[in-house]
């Protein structure tokens, strides 16, 4: 398994369209998910999607899982500054036996200029 | 709501030293992870533990241990401490019959120097 980000640092303007994509390879039908990390922080779950075509939403940030084209890109309409964070692309396959262990993409550094 | 609690925050370590890094699940969480993320890089998966045992290991130098004590938190023991040790340790924690879509919950990390 594994998952592929765009290169950062991702620096907009407030009030611009953000889009990070997130491309994955993996076995089976994996779950999807966009993590946040804000400075000095742990990272904190920010949207997920279970199966495809399904659309992850949370903060106005959203996420469609698509099998297709192996991709969960992350797009928000309009960032804030409070939005400045790094962000987590991560897929968890089903387990046979023992826990779903995540995997992470590399993160990509949002900075988001007043 | 309680959250994961790591400690400590900061450790600063010479090289060939020995570290523990603290994990305190959220109550009644059964599944405890630990990861290591590196400068600029993504969280790398180390091990984790459900119900006190050893579930999955990952890519966990034999230099490392952990485990998990009875009231489920978990300590990472570091020896032999390198300057690639240099990371920052994160230990997320999921109630395994509810997690299974795999989503984890995240401590703050311990931020390790190896000087």
């Known amino acids: 398994n594994s998952v592929t980000q765009m290169e950062g640092p991702v620096t907009l303007s407030e009030e611009a369209f953000l889009t990070i994509n997130c491309t994955y390879t993996?076995?089976?039908?994996?779950?999807l998910f966009w993590y946040v990390q804000y400075p000095g922080e742990g990272l904190q779950l920010l949207l997920k999607?279970?199966?495809?075509?399904d659309k992850g939403s949370n903060k106005g940030f959203e996420a469609t899982y698509r099998k297709e084209t192996t991709s969960f890109h992350l797009e928000k309409g309009s960032v804030q500054v409070s939005d400045s964070a790094v962000y987590f692309c991560?897929?968890?396959?089903?387990?046979?036996?023992?826990?779903?262990?995540?995997?992470f993409g590399r993160g990509t550094s949002l900075i988001v200029h007043p | 709501a309680a959250g994961v609690i790591q400690s400590p925050r900061h450790l600063i370590k010479e090289k060939r030293e020995t570290a523990t890094l603290k994990c305190y699940p959220i109550p009644r969480h059964d599944t405890v992870y630990w990861y290591q993320q590196g400068p600029g890089q993504d969280p790398q998966f180390l091990i984790s533990?459900?119900?006190?045992?050893?579930?999955d290991k990952g890519s966990i130098p034999d230099r490392f241990s952990a485990q998990q004590f009875s009231d489920y938190h978990s300590e990472l023991n570091m020896s032999s401490l390198e300057l690639g040790d240099s990371a920052l340790y994160f230990c997320?924690?999921?109630?395994?019959?509810?997690?299974?879509?795999?989503?984890?919950?995240f401590g703050e990390g311990s931020r390790l120097t190896v000087l």
């Open positions: 999607a279970t199966k495809a075509d």
């Open positions: 533990f459900y119900e006190k045992m050893q579930s």
């Open positions: 991560a897929l968890s396959d089903p387990p046979i036996g023992g826990s779903y262990i995540p995997t």
């Open positions: 997320a924690s999921s109630l395994r019959r509810t997690t299974n879509t795999g989503e984890l919950f």
């Open positions: 993996a076995t089976g039908y994996p779950s």
